[in-house]
């Protein structure tokens, strides 16, 4: 699999370290907003990880206030694309993967998008996505993304579904690697909103973190888990999945087991809840961008098997990569 | 989805036990092996259920000695055939598959095969499959099935795979519901085999059940998830895959928690475990047949999009039937 990694911030650098020890992945294109670096020879992982924090993928390759459009103008050499851009606002990322269909790629797409703002202008490009012979699959990271599809599986053995849980737990010891995500979970906390979250400094967010001594907790949450588990009529309404979390932005340790419990009736009668846990050893990185490149592998399968459009991380397994 | 129910023991009873809360899926054929019902409008499913121990799907429909030769005959308006037939030979099931092709019918198959030898047969018709234009998914019930699924959705976060240990509990109140697969599973126990356990009678069984307080205890058997999981990379060997369990037959509450447990390695050099666990209250019945009809409505998918061949559970994602 010959990949584009679009966005180089703690996604894409955790993506490339991942993808050092995958033997069937390639890097050949990468970006962020300032540059861009094209090999399809093959870029090092580490060249990608090792940039430091305010270092542009330029410093691997080249300067430009374009990068988006310079790796599209390579994209017949891209088998799939990773989109690890922060989304903000929610538009962003729709109109990059649109920009891609409209100057000629066709091919495959994986992100692990949270946003159900954002995942509903996605769905919305379906039926161009068909048009223009491309796969798309969204929601691919933890939550949405793992967890949701470990609801899938739990669905199973119900006949009507009653509520979906998603109570995670983040431990990250440099909030600060992850500004993009962690200003996204932000604009959940009562009182914020993506573009009030957007516009604080670091030294605001480290304000915050003060106050909470590094520690978020976040109920009902805009997590698109609930709009792709309805598409797939696993539940009937959004309010019927809830998505919560603990973060501390201080320790790796995790605060709590990330969990997902559906709870269900069965057909003979009986209320019971299978439940999915994640080892708390593994951290965001491992359990956002494994799933992301699980599912980049099955959109390239789709596109290969010419099945086109815009699809949930609820609607196909994610494939294994070695 | 007007599907056929190829035997009506247990499995085939608790399968139309679930078909009658779903609104998607019609009966319209189901036989035993000395009788068969066909009808296009729909089998009533309480028809099926309703048949009493050693009373004939005959009852309900036609007496014949070869039931299956009939539905052949009207399999063209099947979409979709679930197999719950028992398991004894491991050619019989792979057997009846392959007649069904030899004779006209092109569509969907879904199986809740345990039998790993059983499997192997299955996966040697896939280039028969595609060339009938057919979907075949095998190992569609719990385990294999709903937990190995659940493995495929585990090993994302990982980048090599130590070990996948099952570990079911089942409760049955009755075990003469259930004697087919009984019967596979005292194959499993030391000094048994399918030819051993295929023999004994009822009254030996219960003679054996009468020694263990109607409890048997298995260590790892032969379940195919083994085979599943290597087919698509998650495993290299198929001793990291381990399947054990505990059946009480004489009380419906489980002996134990049903268990998936997956460890592997992250990226970033950790040993971490992440685990699926059903619900104490969920039956056999619905672990293995809701899965089962899951993976009956994908594979209809999969033929519907030109996608055929013999397929593991762990190839696709279970769709929801609602």
Redesign the interface.
Known sequence: MKIAILGAGGLGKAAA??I???KEIRIVAACDNSGFAIDEKGIKPENVYNLKKNESVASIGKKSFDAIGEIIKKSRIIDGILITLPNLPNEFIPSVAKRFLQNGYEGAFSDPLKKTQAMKIMFKMHAFFKKKKSAYITGTGATPG?LT??A????????KINKVDIFWGVGIENWEEYKGTIREDIANLPGYSLKKARAMSNEQIEKLLDRTNGILRFRDMEHADDILLKK???VDKLSQVSVGGVMDTRHAKKPVTTTMRLTGR???G??????????????M???VL??AL?YLKRAIWLKK???YGVFGS???????V?
């Open positions: 370290r991942i050092e020890q995958k793992l599809a470990a899938v599986i739990a669905a199973q053995s119900f006949i797939i009529g696993i069965t057909f003979d009986k209320i019971s809840s299978h439940k999915f846990m994640l080892g708390d050893e593994t951290t990185a491992s359990n494994g799933p699980g098997n010419g099945i609820t609607e196909f397994m994610p494939m294994f070695k």
